[in-house]
Structures are given as C-alpha cells and as structure tokens.
C-alpha cells in the first residue's frame, strides 16, 4: 500500500513470487514502488521479495530500526535491526513501520494464507493430554476475555483491567469482587498454573498481567471470543 499513491504507485500492488518491491522515499531518478513521503524515510529505505506464502523484509538503512507487526495479533511484532537482508516475515496481515518526523509512517502487506498439515493422529500409545483445559462456556473463561479485551481491541496497550472494572463489565455474571478474585486465582493455580515472577515479593496483582501474558502468547483467547463480552456502552 503506497502512502502517496501516483498513476505509477497506486494503493495497492501484488508481488508473485520471485518478485520485489523497493518502498522508501524515492527520488525523479530513481523512484520506488512504494512511496512514504516523509523527509525522515531514506530515499531507498528498504524492499520487500514475495517468498511462496511469506515475504522477506530488507533494512537498507544504515542507523533505523523497522518495526512489523501483526495488526490482528496480540501485539506480535519483529524489529528488522538497520543493514538486515532478507528477514523472513511470518504474518499473514503484517504493518511495516518507519520512524518518521512525527512518529511514524507505515504501509500493509497482505501474505498468502498460509498452508497447514491436515489433522492426524499417530498410532499406538498414550492420548496427548490437553495443556490448558479451558471451558468457554465457564464464568472463569468470561473473566480471562475480559482481562485480555484491552490487550485484544489494542495490540500496543499495556493496561490490565482492575477487578472492579471487570464487575463492572460483566454485570450479567452477579459476581463480587471476590468472587471474581476467586476464578483469577482458579484460573492462576489450577488451569494455566502461571508462577510468580518475584516468588510472592512482587505485585498483588501479577496473576492477572501474567494471566494475560500467557493468553495471549498461546491464543488462548482470541478477538473471536470478544463475542462473549457484553457490547461496550450497554
């Protein structure tokens, strides 16, 4: 996606595979297939190679980090360090950012979607057991989405809802504060058996950021489960 599209670069272009784009500033003798108009982008800042069903990402730039990072994700990102060539880009959805005069500019890549094994089982010995038994349907799991829903609607926010702001979103559950105190803790000890970082010196509230943690490290709990919270304002 160019940021200032021309007849020659328009909003989008699509890359098969083998071919390149250079996205950057540019110049009249030497242009880009993307342009990011901003006086901080070098002229050639970087290109990106259409990889089958990923895409490489080259830093051209000698002192900048870029940052990609997965719009629909739970604040997955990659920093490609200056002089990087050919960093694999895992992201189906990915934003490629630069920093610029006033923050910074970006653009989107769009990767095929990705090919997975079909399911299948091997024969003979034990059943896998589950890794976290998590019940969607339990007033636990509501509690976990909501702890997670600043994390889910805004990959960059670090903020962890305080437990009188998840009474306070989930007025239909009837729960007090210890009730839900109890599941934080259920759901800490019991079903994803998360550890405390400072070995019980630390943070009262380090169940709940190390719950959110683990969640969404795992996709635990996804925007799809965002269904099962109450519609904001209501």
């Known amino acids: ?6 007849a020659d670069r328009p909003y989008s272009m699509e890359l098969a595979p083998g071919e390149h784009a250079f996205f950057g500033r540019g110049t009249p003798g030497s242009p880009v297939d993307i342009m990011l108009d901003d006086p901080a982008v070098s002229r050639r800042a970087g290109e990106i190679t259409a990889i089958a069903d990923y895409w490489l990402l080259s830093n051209l730039n000698t002192t900048k980090t870029y940052v990609v990072d997965n719009p629909e994700g739970g604040g997955e990102f990659l920093k490609i360090p200056p002089g990087r060539i050919g960093a694999p880009i895992p992201f189906e959805f990915s934003r490629v ?23 299948g089982r091997a024969e003979g010995g034990t059943a896998t057991q589950v890794a976290y038994p998590l019940d969607q349907n339990a007033k636990y799991f509501r509690i976990l989405v ?33 009730a839900i105190g109890f599941h934080i803790g259920y759901l800490a000890e019991k079903k994803l058996h998360v550890k405390d970082p400072h070995g ?4 009262a509230d380090w169940q709940r950021h190390a719950l959110v943690s683990l969640a969404m490290r ?17």
């Open 146 to 178: 909501a702890l997670c829903e600043p994390r889910l609607r805004d990959p960059a926010s670090s903020r962890i809802p305080t437990i009188p702001e998840i009474m306070e979103r989930l007025p239909g559950l009837g729960l007090s504060r210890t």
């Open 218 to 234: 795992f996709d635990l709990v996804t925007s799809a489960h965002l269904a099962l919270l109450p519609v904001p304002g209501r």
């Open 200 to 203: 019980g010196e630390g943070k």
């Open 97 to 119: 950012s630069l920093p610029a005069v006033d923050g910074t500019v970006s653009f989107l890549v769009f990767a095929p979607q990705h090919v997975h094994a079909p399911p």
């Open 1 to 6: 996606m160019a940021a200032s599209p021309t």
